[in-house]
């Protein structure tokens, strides 16, 4: 069980660092991802999609770690490429269950190491212990959860 809760935590954490941060150019392109658009493209917004659980804790914790407009913007990237990358290993048919757990585990590894070199370090450690919070409090509510009957 405490495997289990800490690859939750893990993949909670990198869902959040991929979505908060951006990659960068040089990272995507390795990683075979399209390249950031230039600046000489006109740039589309994407049409804003529903935010999934999690939302608005990412929102108080960027609003406690008090991001820069940049910092926003690169978590944002960060948050979205990691969504767009998991939902991509979970639908790929390719892979057993093992290796696409693998791969998602890889990825949040990668949100985690990019969201943590977007912060200073005292946003690092305000976010640690946010997310040492969370962890904490998800182990007291999986203590406590009563057990529905059969």
């Known amino acids: 069980m405490p495997k289990q809760f800490s690859l939750l935590l893990t993949v909670l954490t990198a869902a959040l660092l991929a979505v908060a941060l951006p990659r960068p150019a040089s990272a995507a392109q390795d990683a075979g991802a399209a390249p950031a658009p230039s600046q000489s493209q006109p740039q589309t917004q994407a049409p804003p999609q529903a935010k999934g659980p999690g939302a608005e804790a990412e929102d108080l914790d960027d609003q406690k770690l008090n991001l820069s407009p940049e910092q926003k913007k690169?978590?944002?990237?960060?948050?979205?490429?990691?969504?767009?990358?998991?939902?991509a290993a979970r639908n790929d048919?390719?892979?057993?269950?093992?290796?696409?757990?693998?791969?998602?585990?890889?990825?949040?590894?990668?949100?985690?190491?990019?969201?943590?070199s977007a912060l200073s370090p005292e946003q690092r450690k305000i976010w640690r212990a946010k997310q040492r919070e969370r962890r904490e409090h998800r182990r007291h509510h999986r203590r406590h959860r009563r057990r529905r009957p059969a």
């Open 93 to 116: 048919s390719s892979l057993t269950p093992a290796q696409k757990k693998q791969r998602i585990r890889q990825i949040r590894r990668t949100m985690h190491r990019q969201v943590t």
């Open 74 to 87: 690169q978590l944002q990237q960060i948050r979205e490429n990691g969504r767009v990358q998991v939902q």
